[in-house]
């Protein structure tokens, strides 16, 4: 049975793949012991053409995790467990950033509000993150409190 520090290695795998100018982010879903559910950051369908990445959006009330072209790497990580028919009740969800060489970046505090509304409505049970104080699972409406609580 793997550990939750080797899910978030997993999810570091498809944070290298990551086409997004500005971030290598990587998520993987886990139910039951097994990953159901990957994705990366890139344009939508990888189409590179439509990438806007370096557009800087300076009027916009965007909060920072809205302001790129890219599909989420936990978006593309619950579409993809969503067609395969899995039911994410219960599950976890694994996010991770690396850097330029490839290596885990330690998260900072929950924040994208985004994603936690998706994770919380889809039914995942936890939403990990790898602190430098240690890796720790919250709970999806206590992730998504504090995503919110960021940006006040």
């Keep these: 049975m793997p550990t939750h520090e080797q899910y978030f290695q997993m999810a570091a795998e498809e944070a290298r793949k990551a086409t997004c100018l500005r971030g290598k982010c990587g998520a993987v879903i886990v139910l039951n012991n097994e990953v159901i559910g990957s994705g990366f950051n890139a344009p939508p369908k990888n189409d590179e053409k439509s990438r806007k990445c370096a ?36 599950s976890t969800l694994y996010f991770v950033r690396v850097d330029d060489a490839g290596n885990i970046k330690k998260s900072g505090e929950p924040y994208c509000t985004v994603c936690s509304r998706l994770a919380l409505d889809c039914g995942i049970s936890f ?25 006040k």
């Design 55 to 90: 557009l800087e959006l300076v009027n916009s009330c965007k909060p920072k995790s809205d302001r790129t072209c890219c599909v989420h790497a936990e978006w593309r990580a619950i579409i993809e467990a969503l067609r395969t028919g899995k039911d994410l009740a219960g």
């Design 127 to 151: 939403f990990g993150l790898w602190h430098e104080s240690g890796i720790r699972l919250y709970d999806t409406k206590e992730y998504n409190d504090l995503s919110y609580a960021f940006h």
